[in-house]
């Protein structure tokens, strides 16, 4: 997720990190992003790999499996941009394998409709060799053997539950956002080092909020903090009401509370607010990458989330890149997962063009090359140039030097630390990043 926002130390973490050493994070004193860098090790010693199918000189075709409707909707919008625009970019630059890129636009919905099932069977009928989507962990769980058993490349510009690192997806799954064991760091890590004692969760019942706040709370005792003293709520995200979870949380009496959610959080902390817990009744909140963006601001009272802190994976994307995006879709008003969008496609469109063939199954079995080649190139006619000088090329591109490892994922992640405004947006001063480079 690509934002701006306000001051906070610079943390550094990696994967082993002990959170105990809380003191790694330092103050500022000017208006910057704060961000936390981390370090991902692989988890599979030895994860499936794509096999290589035969040689096809069809045009390239993406589908995208991205939330047009749902309770991620309000993520739609960027990551469609992002997607749209490596596809200009691409074919501007002569396409692949001299033809132009086509694109498939599709709606993920959430999990409570099957708009993915029936998204993802439209575009394996139209030939797509690869669906970009979805951003709900849950919703690509519900179609991923199915994409990977047809041969096409799955890539996420935003899914990072841990599920994914070891799945058996025929080595036809793949990522630009690094998985939530890191998160969980960095949401603990700024929890610890704000003073917090006594923790609630608040986590939707799906893979990405069970997870993270598993993780959450795990990485809180590392840092110090009693079991016991650690409260973990989860919640159905389509309850009608959140009440009997938000009273639980006011009769622990947590100094510091953590929801991690999705479009549903706006009633939680609504409710919260209104029984004297939400972040401007002067309550430490915290959010995540599914919760924390300016449409949060826009769906609760005026002032309520003044003060409330969150993480997401971030990595600094340009205003150049940025204005780029409004040329594609004027409305943007976030660019929440843009850059992992742009670059889901642009790696992909490489492997291709390395491969000189457009079979699902071939682009798979080049992806991770891609980006860790020696030979560094930034962007998609700079990385074709060197291709036909034959180097082996390594793509640095919006969300920088992603490194994948065996799993398909990165192995460099970033982290931000962003903070409500009193006029509920996310303040939008000089970038400031701080970032770690894989073992």
Known sequence: MSFRFVKSGAVVITAAAALAVAGCSSSS?????????????????????????????????????????????????????????????INQAGGVLDKPVQLVTGDSGDTTTDTANATVDRELAAGTQVIVGAASSSVSLKVIDKIANAGVVMFSPANTSDQFTCYQDKGMYFRTAPADVLQAQALSQTMAGDGVQRVS?????????????????????????????????????NAQSFNAEVDQVKNFNPDGIAVIGFEESSKILTRMHEVGIGPSDGKKVYGVDGNMGNALGKAVGPGLLAGMKGTTPLTKTSDQFHAQLKSVDPNLIDYNYAGESYDAVVISALAAAKAKSTDGRTIAANINAITNGPDKCNTYQQCLEMLGQNKDIGYVGQTGDLAFNKSGEPTNGSYGILEFTNKNTLVDPVAKYVKVKAN
């Open 29 to 89: 004193s000017d208006s910057s992003e704060s961000a936390a860098s981390s370090t991902v090790a692989a988890k599979c010693d030895n994860p499936p790999q794509a096999t290589p199918g035969p040689v096809s000189t069809a045009p390239l075709k993406f589908g995208t499996l991205l939330p047009e409707t749902g309770s991620l909707a309000f993520l739609g919008p960027p990551m469609v941009a992002g997607t749209k625009l490596a596809v200009r970019d």
């Open 201 to 237: 969760i608040l986590a939707l019942n799906d893979p990405y909020g069970t997870g993270l706040a598993e993780n959450t709370a795990k990485d809180l005792e590392a840092a110090g903090i009693p079991s016991d003293q650690i409260q973990k709520i989860i919640y159905d995200p």
